[in-house]
């Protein structure tokens, strides 16, 4: 085996034998440890768990995508090609805020939106859209789960035409910002939300809301 | 820093991956970093092993690198040499750290610890004797051979990243890639 060995037998040999696994009991363990981890930052800089929640969503959201064809879209025009300023940013959560329509009662975080689309740093194209996007999504879900719980059916109805419109949204429909994946979770979302299976609702809640980022009648 | 963002990777001409975007947001994001570690977990873990650390110490050392990156995730900056690489230079040192702690555990015990890799006894033979040989030979070749074909065919880097992670320029490293080659192909010769 090891007398004659051409340059592509020699690297199809170091790919196989250096390819050993990790185990999902290791893989487990160090995830424990790294979760476990975090109140050892350096500079105790953790932001309040709202602003963590928020950048959860738009950490998916600004996700370029690439899983299909390696296509880095930021490359072209994305968001990092076109910073924007705060004015921009601003007139980007006010259009979003009045194209996506609240549940009756319900208000926009404004003040959090704009904290965290206007940050200094991140400011880019879409992402006060992707921000209000986020919110709107989180205030639909509190409402479906709310109606849900309560067997109102009105209401139930009136969550779901927009739980359903979800997959249309720019943080989830356009592939510069959500990967595939996302895409599956979310379709599970509303399959589950037509079926009255309010499981995959409160993941998505679990995953991308919180309280502090609805603002209920 | 603020500058060293999304938006300052910008600036710099890079255009940043996927996996930058994820740590410029791990910074204060928990979620991100465990999908930047959902992704390397098994690269950090196979260029450990491909060092000669047993499982056992190649899963301490891919904890503590991870560890290690999670508290300095404030510097890496994005724009530079990569996430990857960024990541295999942590896990280098760990290793290095590791290494001088500890006895080294390599060749046929590392080999005798393989996991099953096949879907029958006979694969799996292969599999283990395929292992035992590469690091045999890679145990006779210089540090940086061994280090450079780690990292490039255990943790898949390029080896413009290699360059980064070992400190040397694109047109070094890529010479000394092929001359690792070259000399572990002689090795293999004259193993008999």
Known sequence: MTAELEPRDLDDLLSRALAVDLTADARSRIRARLDAAPAARAGGRRRPRTRTIVALGLAAALLVAGTATGVHYLGEWGPVDHPATVAEIEAEITAAMADNGLPPGYSYPVAQIRAAAEMEGGRAQHVGTLNVQQHYMCAWTDYWLAATSAADESHVAAALSRIEAFPKLMLIGDPRFAMDSIRDEIAQVVAGAKAGDAAPVQELWGAACSDAMVIRP | ?192
Request: aromatic share 6%; net charge neutral; glycine share 6%.
């Open chain 2, 1 to 192: 820093m603020e500058d060293l963002t999304i938006l300052g990777a910008a600036r710099t001409g890079a255009v940043p991956d996927e996996d930058e975007l994820l740590a410029v947001r791990a910074r204060t994001d928990n979620a991100s970093f465990g999908l930047l570690y959902e992704r390397h977990a098994l690269a950090i873990f196979r260029y450990l092993r491909a060092r000669g650390a047993g499982e056992d110490q190649a899963e301490e050392l891919t904890a503590v690198a991870f560890e290690r990156a999670l508290i300095r995730i404030d510097r890496f900056q994005p724009g530079r040499s990569g996430f990857r690489a960024w990541l295999l230079s942590i896990a280098r040192n760990a290793w290095v750290d590791g290494h001088r702690r500890s006895a080294r555990d390599t060749g046929l015990a590392a080999a005798e610890a393989l996991p099953a890799l096949g879907p029958s006894p006979e694969a799996m033979a292969i599999a283990a004797e395929e292992r035992a040989l590469v690091m045999r030979l890679l145990a006779r070749l210089p540090e940086p051979a061994q280090d450079a074909l780690a990292l490039r065919y255990a943790a898949g880097l390029t080896s413009r990243e290699i360059a980064h992670v070992i400190g040397k320029s694109d047109d070094a490293t890529k010479k000394l890639l092929s001359r690792s080659l070259a000399s572990l192909r002689e090795a293999a010769r004259h193993d008999r």
